[in-house]
């Protein structure tokens, strides 16, 4: 008896009803429609006599009264019911279309992905247009397309053609997957924008491409991306109000462009990444108002340019970072705001470039930082209206120049720093304002040089340094 009142299972389906067998349902309404009847008609009954008792004289229920007011109830629950039957039937219908689109376009998921694991390369990027007109037409898998086609990039990927597992065509390919993302990322109030999806590149291989002017709002993950010859384009790109991860990101050979990037109101990560060989261009990016982190990344061989760039807002953190060989340049880079850290960085070999640069408010912290080798040029900087501190820091090998560089009402702090073997060079920079700490320094057989340096209502502790004239 009990199985012969469960409801029967619906077909699986999403868009399947689950509806119960008509042999239960048709006799169940017949006495439901019997029951109403009689209650309405005991109803009107009552209703009438009432109203016929209060009478003077009293007078006798007129039954064609009561059956016309049955009737009519009766007439006006069938109408409503009639409607609910309608829209269970207007229900059936959508469920229907609903799942032959689903099918359909499951079917064409199912051909795109084979079209993507095919041996020739037309085939293929067939599979990746394929793929992009699915996620356009079905919104509740577009995730899962953008998934397939950035999966695509991290399979392993052989770019030197002369190699026995390079695959003919594969670079094109990969290139028009690329595209194909740019375009969906160019304008997030189009219906198909893909701005606020995940794209997973992780430990993918690119020899070029093209992000250019992209904006990323949900979470872009770049971890352990190799950045391997050609050029791969950032530039004008927006990663705000996301999270975007190149942590132990490999940048070696080509040019890897972003210029004029906007890194703001988000979290950046560039942990662990390695910057060699090759070019990596930051000039005139923003880092606003969120997280930067480079800590424990290593610039080594080639160039990385963050000339112009802009770092202000709450934390930039370059905390033991590994600057070695090529050249690192900041030149006229603002430094405004918030916390600027690269303690513990290291400074040896190759060149790396603060000329110019400012440094206003806030704290930068290069306390406990090791400057050898190579040339860390601070000349021209501008320090001011904050606290700078290289205390713990050490000075050996090499050059470190700030001449020209104004530190002007704040505290710059060289307390317990070490000066040795190497050349420390304040020439012709002016002191005006503000503290400046050279207490507990130690300088066993440096040189370091306040030639025409100018001190104007500067407090300042020498600590081992002789005072220089005019100090």
Sequence with gaps: MALSLRRREAPRGR????????????PAALAL???????IYQYAHDYFAQAAADQKPPKPVNVNDVLKATVTALT????VLAGLYA?????????????????????????????????QAAVRLAGVYALARLADDWEEQRQVCIDVLCAYLRIPYQPDPTQADHKAGEREVRWTIIRVIRSHLLDPTEPTTWCTYTLDFT?????????????????????GAQFSGGTF??????????????????????????????????????????FT?????????????????????EFSGGTVNFRDAEFSGDAVDFTIAEFSDGTVNFSGATFSGGTFRFDGATFSGGTVHFRDAEFCGGTVDFSRATFSDGTVNFSGATFSGGTFRFDGAMFSDGVVAFAGATFSGSTVD??????FNGTVNFNSATFSGGTVNFRGARNPGGMVVFSDAAYRGTVFSWGPFPVPPGA
């Design 87 to 119: 829209y269970r039937k207007q229900l059936l219908s959508e469920g229907d279309a609903h799942r032959a689109d689903a099918s359909q376009l499951a079917d064409r998921y199912t051909t795109a992905a084979e079209q993507l694991g095919h041996d």
């Design 203 to 223: 430990d993918a291989t690119f020899d070029g491409g093209d992000l250019s002017h992209g904006l990323f709002l949900g979470t872009v993950d770049f971890g």
């Design 33 to 39: 429609a019997l029951l109403l009847g009689w209650g």
């Design 277 to 297: 060989g090759g070019t990596v261009d930051f000039s005139g990016a923003t880092f606003t108002d969120g997280t930067v982190r480079f800590d424990g990344a």
């Design 414 to 419: 060289f307390s317990g720093a070490t000066f």
């Design 233 to 274: 384009r950032f530039s004008g790109a927006d990663f705000s109000d996301g999270t975007v991860d190149f942590d132990s990101a490999d940048f070696s050979g080509g040019t890897v462009d972003f210029r004029g990037a906007d890194f703001s109101g988000g979290t950046v990560h560039f942990r662990g990444a390695t």
């Design 15 to 26: 868009y399947t009803p689950n509806l119960w067998p008509v042999w239960l349902v048709a």
């Design 76 to 79: 006006l629950v069938g109408a």
